[in-house]
């Protein structure tokens, strides 16, 4: 199951059952089984002490996902975003909210199903599935 809620801000999620079956459909490409992931759209300043607190990073972010998987194969998690984020970065990208949220919803999901960012080559892989992804949605 996917849900979403909403924190300390006020947001409509527009298509909401075609993005969560957009995110079924990515969870069982990858070859997983989707369990319960919750989506937790917030603020800057929300995010900001998650980040601190749980990761102890000091910094800014637009997603931090927390992986409650217990079984392997099983896709299980907390997927926090950053709407301020998002909007910014959606700017400083040039694309739409609309598009720069699915990149966001999709890259928590990648994490979910091992894919990471930390490094030049990691960072490339998760862009393209990102990408693939997003355009198998339109």
Same mark, same amino acid.
């Given at each position: +199951? ?11 999620? #527009? #298509?909401? /059952?075609? /993005? $969560?079956?957009?995110? &079924?459909?990515?969870?069982? %490409?990858? =070859?997983?089984? /989707? =369990? ?10 929300? @995010? ?8 102890? %990073?000091?910094? @800014? ?11 392997? $194969? @099983? ?31 999709? !890259? =928590?999901?990648?994490? /979910?199903? =091992?894919?990471?960012? &930390?490094?030049?080559? #990691?960072?490339?892989? +998760?862009?393209?599935?990102?990408? !693939?992804?997003?355009? @198998?949605?339109?």
């Amino acid at each position: +199951m996917i849900s979403f809620h909403s924190e300390d801000i006020a947001i409509k999620i #527009q #298509q909401k /059952l075609k /993005l $969560k079956n957009w995110l &079924k459909n990515v969870i069982a %490409h990858e =070859g997983f089984s /989707l =369990g319960e992931v919750n989506y937790i759209f917030c603020s800057d300043d929300y @995010l900001l002490k998650i980040n601190i607190e749980y990761l102890d %990073h000091d910094y @800014l972010t637009d997603i931090i996902t927390f992986d409650n998987s217990e079984e392997e $194969k @099983l896709i299980e998690g907390d997927i926090f975003i950053s709407i301020d984020r998002v909007a910014d970065n959606a700017r400083t990208f040039e694309v739409s909210f609309e598009h720069e949220l699915k990149r966001v919803l999709v !890259h =928590g999901i990648l994490h /979910l199903c =091992g894919y990471f960012d &930390k490094t030049d080559e #990691q960072e490339k892989l +998760m862009r393209f599935k990102e990408n !693939h992804y997003i355009a @198998l949605f339109n």
